[in-house]
């Protein structure tokens, strides 16, 4: 055999992979994979509880590397030589691949995979080590090794391999059906919405804007964190909705300190037409606990109430700064820190009321006509795609609705 590097292995959660759901995961992990590593020209096949990667040359390893990090379902994926699998081999390949390099310590990390191999994990540590040791006079370190050297026994061959590298692990985009996300320019939905794609979720992405009321900016950061949230997602749609109509009749009717729990039920609801035009089966927004006066518990339970579908908040029991550090390892929070106008900060007081319920707002919306104002807003609705992250910028096309 010969030890080109072109295999890449990927492994998945063993703990997903029970059951019925199996060739669901497989299959919709080995479709997002060819997506995502599309244009580097590499091979993806599914073999058993594993996906492997064919690279047409060792080149584009660093793309498909970072590519990787962000595919749903990967765990944890290395690069390896394939040999066959004898103790022969493995010793052979070993003294030619390390031939003039010096390190000071190392460990073997054996797996035996098939079962018939002749030697246990810890007969092949032991052997592989001592002639490792004998070949460069190196100690054995099982905590901090200088050179890690990983040996799998499979079927019909070894894979021998030095690093590996994490995934993001979660679950394939689309295993587990669509949602809508509201998602504003502020820093804790696109986290929210980042987490139920983790969790297989395709996301659907709907914005609020009072443009021209107010200028655009928060229309285009939602384009731009929607561009940043396609990385890990692939293919996503950004719904743009006018929401200066609405809010002038609200202000009509409604108090100052009700407005904006008066907004949010608004948003909702014109998110859950969205969701049902859609096929989603749930509304997701950024929503955490006692953050803001709209965010007490009264309020949240007086915006659902608005509407059927439930609402889903990952970031419901979490501190500002935990959701802050996950804006930054995602990387939306620079484009979520950009200084813009919050269409809910129109008409309202910095104070809302924190104590509603859910009878005295609706006795407040009474003399709005609901479903002419959400469908008013939903016909108006600018409709972006977003393709594979490689062909963003070219892809982004308008389709006019009406
Ligand atoms: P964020 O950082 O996501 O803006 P926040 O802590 O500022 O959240 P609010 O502004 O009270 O909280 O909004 C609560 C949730 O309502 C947001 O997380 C988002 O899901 C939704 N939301 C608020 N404003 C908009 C908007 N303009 N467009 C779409 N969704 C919005
Ligand atoms: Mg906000």
Redesign the pocket.
């Known amino acids: 055999m010969n030890h080109s590097k072109n295999l890449v292995v990927v492994r998945v959660h063993e703990i997903a992979l029970k059951g019925k759901n199996r060739p669901l995961f497989f299959d919709q992990l080995v479709r997002n994979l060819r997506e995502a590593l599309r244009g580097t020209g590499v091979d993806v096949q599914r073999r058993h509880l594993r996906v492997e990667i064919t690279l047409g040359q060792e080149s584009v390893w660093d793309d498909v590397r970072d590519r990787l990090r962000q595919v749903f379902g990967v765990v944890k994926f290395y690069r390896c030589h394939k040999l066959s699998p004898s103790l022969e081999a493995i010793k052979e390949f070993l003294s030619e691949e390390m031939a003039g390099h010096t390190f000071g310590s190392f460990r073997i990390t054996s797996r035996r995979g098939d079962k018939s191999f002749p030697l246990t994990s810890p007969q092949l540590n032991r052997e592989i080590g001592a002639y490792v040791q004998q070949l460069i006079g190196a100690r054995v370190d099982l905590l901090k090794p200088g050179v890690n050297i990983f040996v799998e026994i499979l079927p019909g061959e070894a894979l021998v391999y030095f690093q590996e590298e994490a995934g993001p692990g979660g679950l394939p985009v689309g295993v587990s059906g669509k949602v809508v996300?509201?998602?504003?320019?502020?820093?804790?939905?696109?986290?929210?919405?980042w987490r139920m794609m983790k969790r297989g979720c395709q996301v659907i992405l709907?914005?609020?804007?009072?443009f021209p009321l107010l200028e655009g900016t928060?229309r285009e950061k939602?384009v731009e964190l929607a561009e940043m949230l396609n990385r890990y997602q692939l293919r996503s749609t950004l719904f743009l909705?006018p929401?200066a109509d609405v809010q002038k009749e609200i202000v009509l009717s409604v108090p100052p300190a009700y407005r904006?729990i008066i907004?949010?039920r608004f948003?909702a609801r014109i998110?859950e037409r969205i969701a049902r035009e859609q096929g989603a089966k749930a509304l997701?927004?950024?929503?955490?606990l006692g953050?803001?006066g709209?965010?007490t518990l009264e309020n949240l339970v007086t915006?659902r109430s608005a509407v059927e579908l439930t609402i889903f908040?990952p970031?419901i029991g979490m501190d500002?700064q935990e959701?802050i550090d996950e804006a930054r390892r995602l990387g939306t929070y620079p484009i979520?820190i950009i200084p813009d106008e919050?269409?809910?900060t129109l008409f309202t007081p910095r104070h809302p009321a924190t104590r509603s319920t859910p009878e005295e707002v609706e006795r407040l919306e009474s003399s709005l006509d609901i479903p002419a104002l959400v469908e008013r807003a939903v016909a108006q609705a600018e409709v972006r795609r977003f393709a594979t992250e490689k062909a963003v910028k070219s892809a982004i096309i308008q389709e006019p609705r009406g």
């Open positions: 996300a509201l998602l504003s320019g502020g820093i804790d939905s696109p986290v929210a919405a709907v914005h609020f804007h009072s928060s939602a909705v929401f904006i907004y949010r948003m998110a997701v927004t950024g929503e955490s953050q803001v709209s965010q915006i908040s970031l500002k959701i979520s919050d269409c809910c």
